[in-house]
């Protein structure tokens, strides 16, 4: 029998949820930098158990790094390191299973305007080209442009696909069903839009929330019709970034269940947005927030760094939201860009949702890696906490994740610190309804006798009406490479 007492308590622990737990571990977060070339091979990488040792491998250029330590590299393809103040033919690196043998394969977009091939794992036997172990080559498409394409299911039909423009027209190419050795057939979405190799943005994801994966592009987004045609897409013209920026990301960041954009505002300037999807009387609108501008006063933190070239989200500290990771495309243009001299940095932007609203914490990775044209996350030694891999001018990175659980003091002392001023919100006191308000009347008979607890009009309040109700202090990490130890997280 439940007596009345325990029948109390055990109400209060279902209300209560937080009294069955401990309090949730103070972590603070850093990245351990792990160089696995110096050499310019690429702008991009990716990772899959390419040996089918059950470890994670790193795909980047001509090699592949077998896991766990990454010591060991192997060359796919014919390796020529290039120039930095050139570019490279390699821009983004995927991996999938294209013939079904249960190997994961190798997919490459080189440079802008090019071919784009896969090539085809030996299975752990040597390359069929002979001693040199080379994989063998399959074409995907001739011509492909946009400097982000992406290979994602755009369609739904639980397959990858490649999203990207040619001769001037948005689309998508599938892998052929019936011979994935042969050329893929390209589906436009779009007429002639005049887009040359070089255009900046590209990104997908369901921005109607009507359940199909729209295509997303600087101008704009592109509706997915309920059946797949190769009739054009309806467009909505939508100001997203002008100079075009890099990936683009459809995702709830404030929580208000429909999705949200994320994207650069130049891929060789600066600037990072985010754009909230609004709808009025069913009219659909995006109000447009800065992350981070072109000076440190754009950014609630003082950071600032150019050439956001290219963008991941993904739940770096498992708080079930997912987290902005991006940084500094080092020496696009030979120096020449806005910042272009400026340390190679990488954050990552903590996505905070309070009362309905959502800001960023920026947290440094590393003061000398960067980004190249594609950024990787992903758990490379089974700790489920996500690391991150680039490919760049200055060379192969593998940016390991390291936690750290801590009192709450040390904590604290580790935040970055916010360059906006403290601002007191003075609390409302509200009259207590039992208590009645006298007459003017009264009051002017009561302040002329010699009582002197009875306040009149005018008289100042007690010091109880004065209390007020701090907003709290958030810290700013110092821009670029001296506290990039300092990425830390509860």
């Not at 160089?35 to 690429?42: A, E, K, M, N, P």
């Not at 467009?235 to 075009?244: D, I, R």
């Not at 208000?256 to 609108?285: C, K, M, P």
Request: glycine fraction near 10%; hydrophobic fraction near 35%.
């Amino acid at each position: 029998m439940i007596t009345r007492r325990c029948f109390f308590v055990l109400v209060l622990l279902i209300a209560r949820p937080s009294a069955l737990r401990a309090e949730e571990p103070y972590r603070l977060h850093s990245f351990q930098r792990l160089q696995l070339t110096d050499q310019f091979f690429s702008e991009g990488a990716t990772v899959a158990d390419i040996n089918h040792d059950g470890q994670p491998d790193i795909i980047s250029g001509p090699y592949w790094y077998a896991g766990p330590d990454f010591i060991e590299r192997n060359e796919y393809y014919e390796a020529k390191p290039y120039d930095i103040k050139g570019y490279a033919g390699n821009f983004l690196a995927f991996s999938y299973d294209f013939n079904g043998d249960t190997w994961p394969d190798i997919l490459i977009i080189g440079f802008p305007g090019e071919a784009v091939y896969w090539y085809a794992n030996p299975q752990g036997k040597s390359g069929p080209q002979g001693k040199s172990g080379h994989w063998q080559r399959h074409l995907v498409f001739a011509v492909v442009d946009n400097e982000s394409p992406t290979f994602q299911d755009l369609t739904g039909d639980g397959r990858p696909d490649l999203v990207f423009h040619t001769g001037g027209r948005l689309g998508y190419a599938e892998i052929p069903s019936d011979d994935p050795t042969t050329a893929w057939q390209f589906h436009p979405i779009s007429a002639d839009l005049g887009y040359q190799k070089y255009t900046h943005g590209l990104g997908i994801g369901d921005v109607n929330g009507d359940g199909r994966t729209d295509l997303l592009e600087k101008n704009g987004w592109w509706e997915q019709p309920a059946s797949l045609t190769d009739a054009e897409w309806t467009f909505h013209a939508v100001p997203f970034s002008a100079a075009g920026g890099s990936q683009m990301y459809a995702y709830d960041l404030d929580g208000d269940g429909d999705n949200d954009i994320i994207t650069s505002q130049a891929a060789h300037a600066y600037g990072l947005v985010w754009f909230e999807n609004q709808v009025d009387d069913g009219v659909r609108s995006f109000k447009a927030h800065q992350i981070m501008g072109d000076k440190p006063d754009d950014n609630d933190y003082g950071v600032v760094f150019s050439q956001l070239h290219a963008i991941e989200m993904a739940d770096i500290d498992r708080d079930g939201i997912d987290d902005i990771v991006t940084g500094k495309r080092f020496w696009a243009h030979g120096g020449r860009d806005p910042g272009g001299h400026d340390p190679a940095v990488s954050y990552w932007f903590k996505t905070v949702r309070e009362a309905g609203k959502v800001r960023f914490i920026p947290y440094p990775i590393d003061g000398n890696s960067g980004v190249g044209t594609q950024v990787m996350v992903s758990d490379l030694n089974g700790d489920s906490w996500l690391d991150i891999v680039v490919g760049s001018k200055k060379g192969t990175f593998a940016l390991l994740h390291r936690v750290k659980e801590v009192e709450r003091e040390a904590w604290e002392k580790a935040q970055p610190k916010s360059i906006r001023p403290v601002t007191a919100v003075p609390k409302k006191k509200t009259p207590s309804p039992a208590k009645k308000r006298k007459p003017k009347r009264l009051l002017r008979r009561l302040s002329s006798s010699r009582s002197t607890n009875i306040l009149t009009p005018g008289s100042p309040p007690n010091r109880r009406s004065r209390r007020c109700s701090c907003l709290k202090v958030f810290q700013r990490p110092y821009l670029p490479a001296n506290l990039m130890s300092n990425n830390r997280l509860r």
